[in-house]
C-alpha cells in the first residue's frame, strides 16, 4: 500500500518476482485462514463467538488507523500541515495499539473465561496507552536507535512518515525551522534527512531529550492504571507489568 520495498529485512511480497498483485490476493488468503484455524480448533468451545468477534473488531480496527495513516503521510506527497500529535495518537492507537496490546490478552481472558466486561475496559484502558508508548519508541529508535541493535536503518524522514519525532518538531518549530522541515522532510535525499535531523536536535526542540520525558512519564502513568486494577476478580496485575517491563526502555 505504501510502496514499501523492503520488510523486515526481505523484500515485500508483491516486489518479488512473479507475484505482484496476487499479493493482494495472497493478503484475502492470510485473513480468511485466521477464520478456518478458529473454527478447526475453537468451534466447540463456548468462547468461539467472541474469538470471531475479536478478531473481527481488531482488523476493522487497524484497517481505519492505516486509512488515516495513508491519507495523513502519502510517500509522494508531502503536507506537514496535516500533521499534528492528535493525528499521530489517532494513527498510532487504531493502527498498532488494538492488534499488538489489546487483542492478545482480551484472547486470553476470553478462553480462561473471564465474562466481567468492566475488566475488559481495564484491560484496553492500559494496553491501549501501553501501545502508544511502544510506537512512540519506534519513532524514536528509527532516528536515533542503533541500526546495528534495531536491525534496520531508519526511513521515517525519508518516507515522509506521519512520526511522534516529525510532531514534536512541529509543535516547538520557529518560523524559520518549520520553513526548513517544509523544505526537507520526505525527500529522499541525505543531505535533506541530516537537515531535519539538525531541526530536531535544535536546544528549543530537542526531541531526544523530550522523548526522554515522555518515556518516564509514560512509565509512571502506565503502571498507575496497572495499580488500579482490583487485587482480586479475573486478570492480574502482573501480566501488565511483565507487558510493561519488556517495552519500558528498550533499544531494538
Known amino acids: ?15 518479488v518476482e512473479g507475484v505482484g498483485n496476487i499479493a493482494i490476493n495472497d493478503a484475502f488468503m492470510l485473513e480468511a485462514a485466521i477464520y478456518h484455524l478458529l473454527k478447526v480448533h475453537f468451534r466447540s468451545e463456548p468462547y468461539y463467538g467472541y474469538l470471531i468477534e475479536l478478531f473481527h473488531d481488531t482488523t476493522f480496527q487497524t484497517e481505519m488507523g492505516q486509512l488515516v495513516d495513508l491519507i495523513t503521510a502519502p510517500e509522494d506527497h508531502v503536507d506537514l500541515s496535516k500533521f499534528s500529535l492528535n493525528k499521530h495518537h489517532l ?7 488494538f492488534y499488538s ?10 478462553m480462561v473465561g473471564v465474562s466481567d466486561e468492566k475488566l475488559y475496559k481495564q484491560a484496553l484502558d492500559i494496553l491501549l496507552p501501553l501501545g502508544e508508548y511502544f510506537q512512540v519508541q519506534d519513532d524514536y529508535l528509527d532516528c536515533y536507535g542503533s541500526p546495528e541493535v534495531i536491525g534496520k536503518i531508519g526511513t521515517d524522514i525519508l518516507d515522509n512518515k506521519c512520526s511522534w519525532n516529525i510532531n514534536v518538531a512541529l509543535e516547538h518549530a520557529t518560523a524559520e525551522q518549520r520553513k ?4 526537507n522532510y520526505g525527500k529522499k535525499d541525505a543531505a535533506c534527512e541530516q537537515k531535519v535531523k539538525e531541526v530536531f536536535n535544535a536546544d528549543n526542540i ?9 518515556e518516564a512519564e509514560s512509565q509512571t502513568r502506565i503502571m498507575g492504571l496497572i495499580n488500579q486494577l482490583p487485587e482480586e476478580g479475573g486478570i492480574k496485575r502482573q501480566v501488565f507489568v511483565e507487558f510493561l517491563n519488556k517495552v519500558y526502555k528498550r533499544t531494538k
Open 101 to 110: 496490546f489489546y487483542l492478545p490478552v482480551a484472547l486470553a481472558m476470553r
Open 1 to 15: 500500500m505504501d510502496q514499501s520495498v523492503t520488510r523486515r529485512g526481505q523484500p515485500c511480497w508483491y516486489r
Open 206 to 214: 530537542d526531541v531526544e531529550g523530550r522523548f526522554k520525558k515522555y
Open 180 to 183: 526548513t522541515l517544509d523544505e
Open 91 to 97: 494513527i498510532v492507537v487504531y493502527k498498532t495499539a
